[in-house]
């Protein structure tokens, strides 16, 4: 059982129109709502490739609730805060050629008590029993940037392997309690405070966060693929081929297939390059699909058995 963390829901919303004029009034052709924030992407890949998961995630106080209809759609298992006044919403707009622009709305800030609610559902799920913990995604106003780090530090005083997939100030608090970091090279270039452009910046900086306290660094480089950091071993895992698609989503579905991995024999006993193959075609099939949380099996089960993982340290 993989559990996922999602502090900041969405519904995502996608409008479909023939071309966008900024300033004109655009008619939109096609209109598709789903429940989303990472996490939710991340169990849907988990069930997709055959593990069970459940979504731990905030949603909004009103009845009746949009997100958790939502997830009920997408047949997710899930358990549920309502301590936000509504659930924000992205917009992702699409021309007929392709082009897309994105509207983030941040999210309403929580009411207070929500972060003890929040561990308090975190330990009733822990309690229920996981293999791995997934916890994704930006934080909510009011809710506290550590909040991340304390769910990676209850997973650790139970030896749950859990995967910290944050950024900014929630990432810099999670360096030193044990996760494994899976930050973009944005992320972790932030973390860093400097540009890492070649393959030894990164993995210096990587090596940086394991000796701080970090389980292990999965840095994921967009199409050039992953470059892995752990206690002993660095790691550089190419794509077979560079995919032409929808690139949102790929770090979840790379977070979906780790967690699979480091659930099985516990974080010391991970085979990494077989983990490492796994993320990057798992990652790879899911740029294929038009939609973030979904994953092209045929092309991962190919790319899979291609996969050449190279051992740098
Ligand atoms: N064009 C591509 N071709 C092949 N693989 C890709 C491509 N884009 C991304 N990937 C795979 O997906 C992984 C995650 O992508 P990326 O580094 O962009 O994550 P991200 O910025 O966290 O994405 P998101 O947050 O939108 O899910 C990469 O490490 C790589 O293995
Ligand atoms: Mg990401």
Redesign the pocket.
Known sequence: MILTVTLNPAIDVTYRVAGLAVGETVRVADVRSRAGG?GV?VAAVVRQLGSESVVLALTGRDEPDEFRAGLDRLGLAHRLVPALPAVRRTVAVVEDDGVTTSLQERGPAVAAGTRDEVVAAFRAELAAGVDAVVVSGSVPPGLGDEVPARLVELCAESGIPVIA?VSGAALRAAVPVGAVL??????LAELAGKRLHEPGEIAAAGRRLVRDGAAAV?????????LAVTADHEFL?????????N?????????AALARHLARPGLSEVDWPAALAD??????A??LRPV?GEVDLEARAGWLDALAVKETA
Request: avoid cysteine; aromatic fraction near 0%; charge should be negative.
């Open positions: 990472k992407n997939d899976l930050p973009n090279r944005d992320e999965v840095a994921t480089l967009g199409e050039e693929g992953v895992v190419r794509p077979v081929e560079k995919v032409v698609g690139p949102t989503g790929a770090g979840d579905a790379a977070a993320v990057v075609a798992t990652s790879a899911a740029v973030a």
